[in-house]
């Protein structure tokens, strides 16, 4: 048994506990919906393409980066429109650009009082909702411009969340995890308070073994992460670096910082002071597990990029409130153009080793 640390009473308790569904195992749903499953937890995962027939046919690995350990799970996996709905608990693991043609049926599978948490990179659809602020109700134009995600989702339902679990995709269903100390689960209400049901999510995925925060302000570890994920994904996928081979190299390093300090003033202007400073945030990049972004990954197989949550819509609320960001709308520029010869010319960019 894979999680044999567990006390064989906790064990038992969290096989009775509530239906669960991953809907999205890729890297990051794949990575829990195997620990869930490892743990006992009744759970399904909604997956597609190479992901599903990997996970149909074999056991899920997951890998420690750290370790070079892995352990190996069998998860139970279903394909979209095959599912056995209601579940009491969903996490939406997919892409921010993918939520909008998914959000209604998802919706549909969620019990009366299911909960639906939403574990995305970057500026959330929901960010101004629920929010005491005089920007309360504002839609970005990157994000949900004609409100189908407000109308598919009952916005009560809904819990927010950031996952700290950095991951490579080995081939399908060999998933490699970053296995740092810092790394973590965050989940916060979108009205800030502190409830039970955050609290029973927490149980739940840390009897897994992913540790989890509960927050009585999910924006400000929206913006946390972002600060990572707006610069060293963009900047990486063009250059073809890691976020640690960024911040190694001169030139790159100076780039990210210019970036940094302007997703820093931009949090700012909407009342949220970030955990790390730009400084810090160059600190903690070299001390970083040199793995690809996601976003670099997409590239080089061919994938839409996911942009418009980590980069457009931080423009978007700079000039809400005239903040100037001029070295990222620059890098969104390129970057767009390339996730644009990347749709369009339906191409890939993967490094080829060169014959001395």
């Known amino acids: 048994?894979?999680?044999?640390?567990?006390?064989?009473?906790?064990?038992?308790?969290?096989?009775?506990?509530?239906?669960?569904?991953v809907y999205g195992a890729g890297m990051v749903g794949g990575?829990?919906?195997?620990?869930?499953?490892?743990a006992g937890a009744d759970v399904t995962a909604v997956a597609r393409g190479a992901h599903y027939e990997a996970l149909a046919t074999r056991d899920v690995v997951l890998e420690s980066a750290r370790t070079k350990?892995?352990?190996?799970?069998r998860v139970r996996v279903c394909r979209q429109g095959e599912e056995k709905p209601p579940y009491d608990l969903i996490f939406v693991t997919l892409k921010s650009h993918h939520l909008t043609a998914t959000a209604r049926h998802i919706?549909?599978?969620?019990?009366?009082?299911g909960t639906i948490v939403l574990p995305q990179n970057g500026i959330p659809w929901w960010y101004f909702e629920k929010l005491d602020s005089p920007l309360c109700g504002t839609r970005l134009p990157s994000l949900d411009p004609e409100g189908e995600l407000a109308k598919a989702c009952p916005i009560d339902s809904l819990v927010g969340g950031v996952a700290y679990r950095p991951t490579d995709l080995l081939k399908p269903g060999h998933i490699r995890f970053?296995?740092?100390?810092?790394?973590?689960?965050v989940i916060g209400e979108l009205d800030n308070k502190l409830t039970p049901r955050l609290k029973e999510i927490a149980g739940i995925v840390e009897a897994a073994g992913w540790p989890v925060t509960t927050t009585d302000d999910i924006r400000r570890f929206k913006w946390n992460k972002l600060m990572s994920n707006a610069v060293y994904n963009p900047l990486g996928a063009l250059t073809q670096s890691t976020g640690l081979q960024l911040v190694l190299y001169p030139q790159t390093r100076r780039v990210s910082m210019d970036m940094l300090n302007e997703i820093f003033s931009v949090a700012q202007s909407v009342g949220v002071m970030p955990e790390m400073?730009?400084?810090r945030m160059i600190e903690y990049g070299e001390k970083r597990v040199s793995l690809p972004s996601s976003t670099l990954q997409d590239v080089r197989t061919g994938r839409e990029l996911e942009l418009d949550a980590l980069v457009t819509a931080v423009i978007d609320i700079a000039r809400l409130t005239k903040t100037p960001v001029p070295t990222l709308e620059t890098v969104a520029a390129c970057i767009g153009m390339l996730n644009r010869r990347i749709v369009e010319d339906?191409?890939?960019?993967?490094?080829?080793p060169v014959e001395a």
């Open 1 to 21: 048994m894979i999680y044999d640390h567990l006390p064989p009473r906790r064990r038992l308790l969290f096989t009775e506990c509530m239906r669960i569904l």
């Open 31 to 38: 990575y829990l919906s195997g620990i869930l499953t490892a």
């Open 69 to 73: 350990q892995s352990i190996a799970t």
């Open 107 to 113: 919706a549909g599978l969620r019990s009366p009082t």
């Open 178 to 185: 970053a296995d740092q100390p810092t790394d973590r689960l």
């Open 277 to 279: 400073t730009p400084e």
């Open 346 to 352: 339906r191409i890939a960019l993967a490094p080829r």
